[in-house]
């Protein structure tokens, strides 16, 4: 919870940051002559940690989050590259996030306002973008009957992003019903995992 919380945070400065940046006062340096590598060394471990975080990534979602970096930096210029990287490494992590529903029910669950919450919040700071939610449900019921159910939690969804300021226009509502499963077990551990929204943004 602390964690997705520091990133709303820094998904609302992305959102909500002019282009110029509020300069931040460097550290008094306690030994000129350690000062410099400890800076260098701050650096390299930010670069190395996002090159590890791109380097776990497919092709398409490295590229997506490269590219997210660079508007992260052009609304923010004062940020350098590996923090920019760190904060789309983690944006992108976001966006797999997705909302779960008891079963035979489509409203949606306190816990999970507050993903709900943090993808508006990356989405409205992000320009020509779309978003898909994909409507899912575990494999019990009629075909039909799931299909429907998927598009209800799809569209509760839709209504929590709305009130948040999400533009209704840019959101589209797909079900897959049953069709999808994450888990293909047939029991609960299963079923729950399968009960669910996912988040799908795409560049227009």
Known sequence: MKKLAVLLAALLIVACSSTKPTPT???APTNNSTSKPAATTTTASSAAAASTSANSMSSADAAATAKLADEIQKIQ???DAASAANLAAEIMKLH??????DYDKYDLKPEFRNIVDMQAAS??????????LEGNADERGSAAYNMAL?????????KALVILGVPASKVKVVSFGNTRPKLACHEEKCWEENRRVDFVFKQK
């Open 25 to 27: 006062p460097a550290p």
């Open 77 to 79: 210029p004062g940020s």
């Open 96 to 101: 797999k996030e997705s909302v779960y529903f």
């Open 123 to 132: 989405f409205k700071s992000r320009k020509n973008t779309a978003l898909v």
């Open 150 to 158: 998927g598009e209800k939690r799809a569209n509760s969804v839709k």
